[in-house]
């Protein structure tokens, strides 16, 4: 199961580029931790501007905040 998977895991890292399938595997990957007691140190969620589109400061702003509302790195 996942829940097995990300116990025997090292870090965690999600790809979180502000759409909705980011954001909704990394809400749920966040919720297994919280619900198994899982060290959240070791889930990071990785966002990286490449400055390609116009909006590109508001969606790494939008993945920030997300981040910081679950306190993830």
């Known amino acids: 199961t996942?829940?097995?998977t990300l116990k025997n895991s090292g870090n965690v890292y999600?790809?979180?580029?502000?759409g909705v399938d980011s954001v909704v595997l990394l809400d749920l990957t966040y919720k297994i931790?919280?619900?198994?007691?899982?060290d959240l140190?070791?889930?990071s969620a990785i966002y990286i501007n490449h400055q390609l589109q116009h909006q590109a400061?508001?969606?790494?702003?939008?993945?920030?905040?997300i981040c910081?509302?679950?306190?993830i790195n």
């Open 68 to 71: 910081k509302k679950y306190k």
């Open 57 to 65: 400061d508001d969606w790494q702003h939008f993945c920030q905040k």
């Open 2 to 4: 996942l829940e097995n």
């Open 33 to 38: 931790f919280q619900e198994n007691n899982f």
């Open 41 to 43: 140190a070791k889930l």
């Open 14 to 18: 999600i790809g979180l580029s502000g």
